[in-house]
């Protein structure tokens, strides 16, 4: 039996690599054709999209059966038919969303009054006002206009059919301004907010897994004809598994400009997509409108650990008894940093993105990039928590 090469064979079935990502498995999957009669309870098909109309949506789910039978639709959709499905009045009282659109409004101008907020993670800064959290700025400021919004059975079941019940909402407001140029083309939350060389060091089953743990919405509160820059799609593209890293690829992205599909929303509906579909909001060419959406993350239940873990606490802790072992060679810096791995957190995220913003790449340092960084420099114990708290700080709602 021949062993010389196993390990290779294996690595490259296991981990997916920026230079074994090809763009003629990418074309292959985008010229799939949408069959309208594949998805019965679909209104229409425009650019090979699913479009529903969501007051026979509403009909239809009033039976147990029709309800089922939507879920299941929408779920295949999502993983194995175009990627997204538009959802026209899917919140049918204006009124509601004109409510919601004045509150985002007197935000953003507090923001602008104050120099906070803003800021985008795939567009250039200034191109657009940006509201971070969102859902609870809303709920704190407008508890009523927020049970309306999110009391809609629409929201309800597009998140339930992609991930389950207990699903938890996030949302951010952009409002891109003409002028506002696009975003460049990319694959969302988790993976999609990792650079390459992060994102490469996750097993491909990982990057199978991420689109299931995250659902992508847009709730459209102002009419968004195509030169106002509707997002831009890319149907299918959620099928390319090494996509996440092929997307940073400039060969990918200038595909992904010459096939994307646009499609305009009016006032009150709705996209929702596989967080894994290349994608990017478009420049918005319109004199006078300034466009704005509720972009709503939809996050699975189950990204959650059994325990509560003071890991701000614990690092605290571990940080001195750390610090004097590599002082006196008692331990490595690889196994120090194995230790800090088992201790301290090592996502950036959740995080309050008003104060604790992506400044520089995609995420905020995490926790355990603090601490490293801290045993790297030989910090005193002193700065390391004055630096710990503070951050733990910026986090905080």
Not at 34 to 63: E, G, I, Q, S, W
């Amino acid at each position: 039996m021949k062993t010389d090469n196993i390990g290779q064979l294996r690595g490259d079935r296991v981990y997916f690599a920026a230079d074994r990502a090809w763009i003629d498995d990418l074309a292959s999957l985008a010229s799939t054709e949408t069959v309208l009669a594949d998805y019965p309870l679909a209104a229409d098909v425009a650019a090979r999209v699913l479009v529903y109309d969501c007051d026979a949506v509403r009909r239809v789910v009033a039976t147990p059966e029709g309800r089922r039978a939507l879920l299941a639709e929408w779920a295949e959709a999502l993983m194995t038919g175009p990627g997204i499905i538009v959802l026209r009045r899917a919140l049918p009282d204006l009124a509601v969303i004109d409510a919601a659109s004045e509150a985002f409004r007197d935000i953003i101008a507090e923001q602008h009054g104050t120099n906070t907020g803003g800021g985008d993670h795939f567009a250039k800064p200034g191109a657009n006002d940006r509201i971070w959290n969102a859902l609870e700025k809303l709920c704190l400021r407008a508890p009523e206009v927020f049970a309306a919004y999110y009391g809609n059975e629409i929201l309800a079941l597009v998140s339930e059919a992609w991930l389950g019940p207990a699903y938890q909402f996030t949302s951010q407001v952009n409002v891109v301004n003409p002028g506002g140029e696009a975003q460049s083309p990319h694959r969302d939350y988790h993976l999609g907010f990792m650079t390459s060389e992060q994102m490469a060091r996750y097993p491909a089953h990982v990057h199978r897994l991420s689109p299931m743990l995250t659902l992508q919405g847009a709730v459209a509160h102002c009419d968004m004809p195509v030169e106002t820059g509707p997002t831009l799609y890319l149907p299918y593209s959620q099928a390319y598994e090494p996509g996440y890293l092929a997307v940073t690829n400039p060969e990918f992205r200038a595909f992904f400009h010459a096939h994307h599909v646009q499609l305009p929303l009016a006032k009150g509906d709705a996209a929702f997509f596989n967080p894994a579909l290349f994608h990017a909001a478009g420049t918005n060419r319109s004199a006078d409108v300034r466009r704005m959406a509720n972009l709503l993350q939809v996050s699975s239940a189950f990204g959650r650990a059994m325990e509560s873990v003071d890991r701000t606490r614990m690092s605290a802790a571990l940080y001195p008894a750390l610090r004097a072992m590599l002082a006196e060679g008692r331990i490595s810096a690889d196994r120090a940093a194995d230790a800090v791995a088992a201790c301290a957190e090592g996502y950036a995220f959740p995080t309050n993105l008003d104060r604790d913003p992506p400044l520089g790449g995609l995420a905020p340092p995490s926790q355990q990039a603090l601490m490293l960084a801290a045993l790297k420099d030989n910090r005193t114990v002193d700065a390391f928590l004055a630096d710990l708290q503070a951050q733990a700080e910026r986090r905080l709602t």
